[in-house]
C-alpha cells in the first residue's frame, strides 16, 4: 500500500547543556541539571524513529516536561528566576535548517510538544503502512492523531500567548501553521472513521455527512496555509484530500437520494462526485511537481482513492438508466446540499495536560541556582545570529515502509479492521516471549533498559546518591567498608576507592540487565559468578540482598524517567529479586566447594600449585580466590549455576 499520508520533516535542534551558575553548591541541583539533560537527550533519540512505542515516547516527554516546568514556575509559585537561564535553538518544519534562537524555556516547551506531536503523526503513518492491521494497531492510528491534534491544540491555547517574543513567521509556533497542523490531524482521525462506516454498511446519509466533515476539516488546513510561504506542497495535499472527501460526500449523497426515490437530485449529487474526483485527480499531479521539504505522498495510487471513480460512474448509471424508464425526474442545475453535521462518529481531539512540576525541584534547589543577568532579547539571540551561526544538521529520520499489495476490502482502506472482532483472535494467540530468569516480557524489559540509559549517562553521580541513601537508612552496613567505618552516612562518599566501588556495582548491574533484556545467557551467567565471588566473603544473606533491591527500586521508580506502564515499580522488583536470588545461590554453592576443600584455607601449603597469601586480607583473599578459581573447583568455565 503506497503512502496516503503527507508528512513534514521533524525539527532539528541544538544540544542543551543546562549548565549555569550557582549561588550554593548542592547536589540535588546538579542532579536536576543533569536530569534535564539526560531526559531531553534520551526524547530526542526516540523521536528519529517512528517505530518507537508511544507508551516509550510519551513518558520520555512527561518526564522532560515535569523538569521544564521547574524553569518556568518556581517551588513557591509565581514566575521562575530561571526562566531565561538557557539559550535553545529550533529549525521550523517549512522554514528549512537555519535555526530560531531564544532564551526562553517557555520557546523550548512549546516546540518540543510540537516535534512529539509531529513523531505521532508519523507513528501512525508508519502503521497505516502495513499490508495487514489488527484492530489493536487501527487503534493505535487513531488514537495517536488524535493525541497529535490534542499537543497542537496546547501549545495554540496555551504556550504559544505566553512567548516572550512574537512566534516566527511561518514557523511551527505560528497560528496558522498550528492551526493547519490541528486540522490535519483531526481529519486524518477522521478518515479512520469513514473506512470503518464504508465498511460496515452504515447509512449512506451518515457517511455523507462524515465525509462532507472531514472534508470540511482539510480544508480549513488549507486555509489556515493559504499566507505561509513554503507551504505550497502542504496546501496541495490539503486541498486534494479535501477535494476528495467531498466526491465521497455527494457520491453517498447520491445513495442516499436514489434510495429515497429522488432519481433526478441523485443524478446530479453523482455529477458533482464526478466534477470533485477529477479535481482531485489534477491536485494529485500538482501536488507532485510542487516542490518541498520531506517525502511525497502519493494518494492517486492508493486503492481507497481508486475504488471510487469505477463506484460513482456505475452507479450513475444505473440512477440514469432508472429515471429514463421509470422517474423521469428533472435533473437540478445545482448540487443538492450536504448534510451539515453527522449524527455521530465526528473526532475529537485527544486533551494533552501538561504534567506536574518534578518533585525534585525543591525550594533548596531552586534558591541554589543563579539567574542569568543576561538579555533575553539581546541581538545575539536573534535570527541573523542564526543565519551568522550556521545551519543546523537535519534530522536522520528513519524512513516509512512500502508495500504494493491492495487490501481485500470494500473501503480499499486497511484501517477499517477498528471493526473487525474477529482479528482478535490473532492477538490472542500469539504466544509473548518471556525471559526464562524475570518471568518478564519484552515490553516490560525494554521499559527498565530505557530508564537505565539515563542512569547510565551520569553513573558516577546516581551511584554516590543511591549509596548514600543506602547507608542512610542502614547505617550498619558501613561496617563492610574499612574505609567507611568511623565516617557518617552522609559523607560515604568522599573516599574515592568507595566512590569507585558504587560505580562498579552499578556497572556491573547495567550490564546484567542489558544482557537478560538482549538475551545473552552466557555472557549473563558470567557477571553473576563474577558478582557471587566477590561477596562470597563478606557473610551476606538474602535478606541483605533484598535491603539494597528496595533502595534501588525506590530510586530508580522516584527520579528516573519511567514509562506510562502502570507497574513499573513491579517490574524493577521482579527483575532485581531474581538477580540477587541466582546471585545469592551461587555464593551458596561457592560455599559448598569451599568445604571440600577446607586445607586450601588453612594450610600454609597450596592445594596443588597454587600458592596462597600469608597475609589473608579479605580483600587479598577476594582477588587471589577470583584467579585461582579455576584449580581450585577442579571444574571448568562451563560450570554454572543453571547448568
Known amino acids: ?81 530561571l526562566r531565561h537561564n538557557f539559550l535553545f535553538k529550533w529549525t521550523h518544519s517549512l522554514l528549512g535548517n537555519t535555526p530560531q534562537r531564544q532564551q526562553d524555556t517557555v520557546f523550548e516547551a512549546a516546540n518540543i510538544i510540537c516535534n512529539v506531536a509531529i513523531w505521532f503523526m508519523k507513528h501512525a503513518a508508519m502503521i497505516a503502512v502495513k499490508d495487514d492491521i489488527d484492530m489493536e494497531e487501527a487503534k493505535e492510528v487513531h488514537k ?21 517574543e512574537k512566534p516566527m513567521v511561518g514557523g511551527d509556533l505560528d497560528p496558522r501553521v498550528t492551526t493547519a497542523y490541528f486540522h490535519q490531524c483531526t481529519a486524518e482521525a477522521q478518515e479512520v472513521t469513514v473506512a470503518r462506516a464504508i465498511e460496515l454498511k452504515h447509512n449512506a446519509s451518515l457517511i455523507s455527512a462524515l465525509a462532507n466533515e472531514t472534508s470540511k476539516l482539510f480544508g480549513d488546513a488549507a486555509g489556515s496555509l493559504l499566507s505561509i510561504e513554503g507551504a505550497e506542497r502542504w496546501r496541495k495535499y490539503l486541498q486534494l484530500k479535501s477535494v476528495f472527501y467531498q466526491a465521497y460526500a455527494y457520491s453517498y449523497c447520491g445513495d442516499n437520494l436514489l434510495s429515497l426515490d429522488q432519481c433526478g437530485a441523485a443524478i446530479r449529487a453523482l455529477q458533482e462526485s464526478q466534477t470533485c474526483y477529477a479535481q482531485a485527480e489534477e491536485l494529485c499531479k500538482e501536488y507532485r511537481k510542487v516542490k518541498g521539504l520531506g517525502p511525497k505522498a502519493r494518494p492517486e495510487t492508493h486503492p481507497f482513492f481508486k475504488r471510487l471513480s469505477p463506484i460513482v460512474r456505475i452507479t450513475l448509471e444505473k440512477c440514469e438508466r432508472e429515471n429514463g424508464f421509470i422517474y423521469h425526474q428533472k435533473v437540478p442545475v445545482d448540487p443538492p446540499e450536504l448534510e451539515l453535521k453527522a449524527t455521530y462518529g465526528l473526532v475529537s481531539p485527544e486533551e494533552f495536560v501538561l504534567p506536574p512540576t518534578s518533585p525534585l525541584w525543591t525550594p533548596v534547589v531552586y534558591a541554589a541556582l543563579d539567574q542569568v543577568k543576561s538579555d533575553p532579547k539581546d541581538p545575539a539571540n536573534s535570527s541573523a545570529a542564526a543565519k551568522v551561526e550556521g545551519d543546523l544538521t537535519p534530522v536522520s529520520e528513519v524512513p516509512l515502509p512500502q508495500s504494493g499489495q491492495e487490501p481485500k476490502n470494500e473501503s480499499g482502506c486497511v484501517l477499517q479492521t477498528l471493526a473487525m472482532g474477529t482479528r482478535l483472535t490473532k492477538m490472542f494467540n500469539q504466544e509473548v516471549q518471556r525471559d526464562k530468569m524475570t518471568g518478564l516480557d519484552p515490553e516490560q524489559l525494554n521499559i527498565l533498559r530505557s530508564m537505565w540509559v539515563v542512569i547510565d549517562l551520569e553513573l558516577d553521580m546516581h551511584s554516590r546518591i543511591i549509596f548514600r541513601r543506602f547507608f542512610q537508612e542502614h547505617p550498619g552496613y558501613l561496617r563492610f567498608f574499612r574505609a567507611l567505618t568511623h565516617t557518617p552516612s552522609s559523607r560515604v562518599d568522599i573516599d574515592s576507592v568507595c566512590r569507585d566501588h558504587f560505580k562498579a556495582i552499578l556497572t556491573c548491574l547495567g550490564k546484567m540487565l542489558h544482557c537478560v533484556a538482549n538475551r545473552t545467557p552466557i555472557e549473563l551467567r558470567g557477571h553473576i559468578e563474577h558478582v557471587a565471588l566477590v561477596h562470597s566473603r563478606i557473610d551476606l544473606t538474602l535478606q541483605d540482598f533484598l535491603l539494597f533491591r528496595d533502595v534501588l527500586t525506590n530510586y530508580l521508580c522516584g527520579e528516573v524517567p519511567q514509562s506510562r506502564y502502570q507497574l513499573t515499580r513491579q517490574v524493577w522488583t521482579s527483575f532485581l529479586t531474581s538477580l540477587f536470588q541466582n546471585i545469592f545461590l551461587r555464593i551458596g554453592e561457592i560455599h559448598r566447594l569451599e568445604q571440600q576443600h577446607v586445607e586450601f584455607i588453612t594450610e600454609d601449603e597450596p592445594w596443588l600449585h597454587c600458592k596462597a597469601p600469608h597475609n589473608f586480607s579479605r580483600e587479598v583473599a577476594n582477588n587471589w580466590y577470583w584467579s585461582h578459581r579455576k584449580k581450585f573447583w577442579q571444574v571448568g568455565p562451563e560450570r554454572r549455576l543453571t547448568d
Open 1 to 81: 500500500m503506497s503512502h496516503w499520508f503527507h508528512r513534514n520533516v521533524l525539527k532539528a535542534t541544538a544540544h542543551s547543556t543546562f549548565e549555569t551558575k550557582m549561588i550554593a553548591q548542592d547536589c540535588e541541583a546538579l542532579k536536576v541539571c543533569s536530569d534535564l539533560k539526560a531526559s531531553r537527550y534520551r526524547l530526542l533519540e526516540l523521536l528519529p524513529d517512528p517505530r518507537n512505542s508511544s507508551a516509550s515516547v510519551e513518558s520520555a516527554l512527561d518526564l522532560y516536561l515535569a523538569l521544564l516546568n521547574g524553569l518556568v514556575t518556581a517551588p513557591q509559585g509565581g514566575p521562575s528566576k
Open 144 to 164: 495517536s492523531l488524535r493525541r497529535a491534534a490534542g499537543m497542537f491544540r496546547l501549545v495554540q491555547k496555551e504556550l504559544v500567548p505566553h512567548l516572550s
